[in-house]
């Protein structure tokens, strides 16, 4: 058995479109895995196939040993994957506290509101009236609640301050989890100077292929490449 979770050899279409080109990706448990490049590079896509959200044309998702690639996106959520998309990843009908509540199994919403205490005078609002911003700290806040064992997160700092962004990759690199996150450059809070844990890895894609994969201070990072 191989814990984490694994891309093998896989091909999406969207349509006649061919997304990705036979990408293997892995990323062990208890580490940050980075998946890097620009729009259009595939790396949303990748997180897509391991979520379920988009189907494979061929090859595999495996987790933990176990071959899941026809287990669907929900199952694969009751299984204890938390995927947290770049956009629409909050009801926005619901109000924060409700947001909270349903990602919560144990109706214990604590944690989400220590890791991001700017959520507190907003839980009575209805999440579709918040900053892109208080989105995101809402969205994010499901990873800590939902206490998943694989986490998917699309660019989860995007429209966050410095500062509330610092914080994010912290509480993600604290995480006991298999932590996947895409992004366009290297986050300073996950790179390998950063402190604690095990060193993060890092796939760099680029028009749907992989072309880079290896710890995160082997990466040249200092911009997106192709």
């Known amino acids: 058995m191989h814990p984490g979770i694994q891309l093998r050899a896989a091909r999406v279409h969207y349509g006649p479109l061919e997304a990705l080109h036979g990408v293997t990706v892995a990323a062990p448990a208890g580490t940050v895995t980075i998946l890097l490049g620009r729009n259009g590079s595939g790396r949303t896509t990748v997180l897509r196939a391991l979520a379920g959200t988009v189907p494979l044309t061929s090859g595999h998702v495996v987790r933990d040993g176990v071959d899941i690639t026809r287990h669907t996106a929900h199952a694969r959520a009751a299984a204890g994957l938390c995927f947290i998309p770049d956009r629409r990843a909050v009801f926005a009908g619901l109000t924060v506290a409700e947001n909270l ?31 892109g911003g208080e989105q995101r700290m809402l969205a994010l806040a499901r990873a800590p609640l939902s206490r ?3 986490v998917l997160a699309d660019e989860p700092t995007q429209g966050m ?17 298999c932590v996947v996150i895409a992004e366009q450059r290297l986050p300073p809070g996950l790179g390998p100077d950063a402190a ?5 890895l890092v796939h760099e894609l680029r028009r749907g292929a992989v072309v880079f994969s ?13």
Do not use: F, N
Request: charged share 20%; with cysteine; hydrophobic share 40%.
């Open 161 to 177: 301050s410095p500062r509330i962004a610092a914080r994010t990759y912290a509480l993600l690199r604290g995480l006991d989890a």
């Open 101 to 131: 509540r349903l990602a919560a199994p144990d109706g214990d919403c604590a944690p989400a509101l220590t890791a991001y205490p700017e959520l507190r005078p907003l839980l009575p609002r209805r999440a579709g009236t918040l900053s």
């Open 214 to 226: 290896g710890e995160a201070g082997e990466a040249s990072a200092s911009a997106p490449r192709g």
């Open 196 to 200: 604690g844990g095990t060193a993060p």
């Open 148 to 150: 998943a064992r694989v």
